[in-house]
């Protein structure tokens, strides 16, 4: 397995790197680190190729679906159409299959330098780690290691206690509180740069003691009443798992998910000595989509059960719900209306653009990885016209 861990200084000196490339300007990736020229010009749509990894692949011919849009796609992304920019890699399935496979990423950029990553093929996922983390959560729960998701959290950092603001609503705060984003503290991450010292994820990065960090907040509501993105308590969503386990959380990712998805190699970025659970994960498209499809399947990966089909039910069940949007167990929930038709989906998400969409009704799921990191990037990259405009409208 290829591990690299950082320690604080090194996170401090690479946010540093970070906020002096983005007064810059420009791309942020090092020139040095081209490993080819991928040329797209004149792109004409093949078969994805058989890897012996687990995966299958299709002609778009045997589901009668037309090349030509898919190429239309390839050509926008070539071209830097506006809304198609900063793209790194496109791949559907279908049906259980890879039948749309493109990558475009030539060169290692900023985000490789967090886990000092050499490997082209392995992409940082950012927050898509979060539903990596609930699914541990999820089999540590289906093999009794954690009672159910109505346990309280600080039964599980008795070690730190007492921590700052202790009071009847910091007690009470349960498993699914922070699976679902509705803990209660103050914590305020969206409105702040990740690339500023100032935002509290930087911050709990920071602290000499993340967990007590994270553990200190003060309290803004009642445990359970109001959605407030926290990268922390996927943070401390790790470091629950080890206490209830007993291991590490490679370890245990490697024994009860990658193993069983063959997935063999990954890297990450650490915080206080293990993987950070909100946002370290690197991994291949490819493995990506194992994990996208072992969620359309209820849990099954070639024929053996991974995880409980009623963990999937459950953690993909929507627990808030917003105007366009909704939120489960660290998984967003949307529809797309295409040809009058509306699609459900549960998709993580992750900073730049990493993205796994999981689609049932249409038996799909969907990945794309991004380098959208620098301000207003994102902007460029907008993944819902991909989806509706050029995936899905092709897929019905």
Excluded at 120 to 127: E, W
Excluded at 202 to 207: C, E, G, R, T, Y
Excluded at 240 to 258: D, K, V
Aim: net charge negative.
């Amino acid at each position: 397995m290829h591990y690299i861990l950082l320690n604080k200084n090194s996170i401090f000196l690479i946010i540093w790197l970070i906020i002096l490339g983005s007064g810059c300007g420009g791309s942020a990736s090092n020139e040095n680190n081209a490993v080819t020229d991928l040329s797209f010009d004149n792109y004409i749509y093949q078969q994805p190729v058989v890897q012996n990894d687990g995966w299958e692949t299709a002609h778009l011919n045997e589901l009668s679906l037309e090349s030509s849009d898919f190429e239309n796609l390839v050509k926008k992304i070539n071209d830097e159409n506006d809304g198609y920019r900063h793209i790194d890699s496109v791949m559907v399935i279908k049906n259980g299959k890879i039948i749309f496979e493109e990558n475009f990423r030539s060169k290692l950029d900023l985000a490789d330098g967090w886990a000092n990553n050499q490997d082209l093929s392995l992409h940082i996922l950012n927050s898509v780690t979060k539903s990596f983390t609930s699914a541990l959560i999820g089999i540590a729960i289906d093999k009794g290691d954690i009672p159910s998701v109505d346990v309280k959290v600080h039964d599980y950092f008795s070690h730190k206690l007492p921590v700052n603001g202790w009071n009847e609503d910091k007690e009470n705060i349960t498993l699914k509180n922070w699976l679902t984003m509705r803990h209660g503290y103050v914590w305020d991450e969206w409105n702040v740069s990740y690339l500023n010292n100032n935002n509290l994820n930087s911050q709990m990065n920071n602290a000499s003691d993340p967990i007590n960090f994270l553990l200190s907040r003060p309290m803004a509501t009642t445990p359970g009443e109001t959605f407030t993105y926290s990268t922390g308590v996927s943070f401390g969503l790790g470091r629950l798992l080890e206490h209830a386990t007993g291991q590490s959380i490679t370890s245990f990712m490697e024994q009860n998910l990658f193993a069983p998805l063959g997935i063999e190699k990954y890297t990450y970025w650490a915080l206080d000595g293990q993987l950070h659970t909100g946002s370290a994960l690197y991994l291949s498209p490819r493995d990506m989509a194992k994990f996208g499809q072992l969620f359309l399947n209820k849990g099954v990966w070639n024929g053996e059960q991974i995880i409980s089909e009623s963990w999937i039910e459950e953690s993909t069940t929507r627990y808030h719900d917003a105007e366009d949007w909704g939120y489960s167990y660290q998984w967003w929930l949307t529809s797309f209306n295409v040809k009058g038709q509306e699609i459900q989906s549960f998709y993580a998400d992750g900073y730049g653009g990493q993205y796994i969409f999981v689609l049932p009704e249409i038996d799909s799921v969907v990945v794309f990885t991004g380098r959208a990191y620098q301000e207003g990037e994102i902007e460029e990259y907008r993944v819902r016209t991909v989806m509706q405009n050029d995936i899905l409208s092709t897929l019905l």
